[in-house]
């Protein structure tokens, strides 16, 4: 259980969200307590909060299906003297902003929410400054930073997230550490160029290009992935990552995001998560067969290849 830690910033478990812990760390002193949630966990988080001056959530989204039970948590969190500010830079549905009556609601088009952070509290600060400029590489998917996808493989583990998050409240960007997840980028560039290679990809009805690639059970840079398939002509790629979660990235074509909210997701128009329930029939084929793809997650390729 998380105790009564004066500030606590709960951020994504992106890069976006541990560039957002950094400057959180430089705005408001080392002790500040991170956590790590995401729009599916975002609940079970605040409900190991109790209590705490001030919490900020940054770079996660409001899940529309959950939101009396945000509330509800927020509601406790502020009826114990807690000041809770949420910065974000996802699209919400219109009617989760009245949250805003609890929290100091901070939502804004931008490359990052890292970004939003630095501007809002260390504007001046040149270090702050670097650190969302390295968030906005990576959360756009632009990659174009020597460093960006090394740091992207550091932020598959809480443990390393926290080393991310110290290392550049510090000014710090690279070590042995960075070279290692350097080295391991290289090793993972060849696998991912043979899915690209062997991709399964199909036609919608109006003629998109659609890839599905199934990453469950691998440990790779899905957004590399989904950018050398559209390098190569693949308007969307749907990513599996877990039986019950994955993600859709697009070329711009479509407004993903329509889609997402009706799979208990969200996020960008062009780079958003979608999260499957899974029937008993589902679980019980799921265990007998790893590559057994959930009757959800069919139901999305159907939806993606009416488009």
């Not at 009556?101 to 670097?130: C, G, H, M």
């Not at 899915?195 to 590399?224: Q, Y």
């Not at 479509?254 to 499957?276: E, M, R």
Request: charged share 30%.
């Amino acid at each position: 259980m998380q105790g009564n830690s004066r500030k606590i910033f709960v951020v994504h478990t992106d890069l976006d969200g541990v560039c957002s812990g950094a400057i959180a760390k430089r705005a408001f002193g080392n002790d500040l307590k991170i956590m790590f949630a995401g729009p599916r966990t975002l609940y079970n988080t605040l409900r190991k909060i109790k209590g705490c001056d001030m919490l900020g959530i940054v770079d996660v989204a409001l899940n529309h299906s959950d939101y009396e039970m945000i509330e509800k948590e927020i509601q406790r969190l502020k009826g114990s003297g807690c000041e809770v500010i949420w910065i974000d830079h996802h699209e919400w549905v219109e009617g989760d902003k009245k949250i805003s009556q609890y929290v100091k609601l901070i939502l804004e088009k931008s490359p990052s929410a890292a970004s939003i952070l630095y501007r809002t509290f260390l504007q001046n600060d040149e270090i702050a400054k670097k650190i969302a400029e390295i968030a906005d590489d990576g959360d756009s998917n632009r990659n174009e930073l020597e460093l960006t996808l090394a740091y992207k493989i550091g932020t598959r583990n809480n443990r390393e997230r926290l080393e991310l998050i110290n290392m550049f409240s510090k000014g710090v960007f690279y070590n042995e550490k960075v070279e290692t997840w350097k080295r391991q980028v290289e090793e993972e560039n060849k696998i991912i160029d043979d899915l690209v290679n062997n991709a399964n990809i199909f036609n919608s009805t109006s003629g998109l290009k659609i890839a599905i690639i199934d990453l469950r059970g691998k440990r790779l840079i899905g957004s590399l992935l989904a950018k050398k398939l559209q390098q190569k002509g693949v308007d969307i790629t749907f990513i599996l990552y877990t039986h019950t979660s994955g993600v859709l990235y697009g070329d711009g074509k479509v407004n993903l995001l329509n889609l997402a909210l009706k799979y208990n997701g969200g996020g960008h128009p062009s780079a958003c998560g979608v999260n499957f329930k899974l029937s008993f029939f589902d679980r019980v084929l799921t265990i007998v067969n790893k590559k057994h793809i959930p009757a959800e997650a069919k139901k999305l390729l159907k939806d993606l290849k009416r488009l």
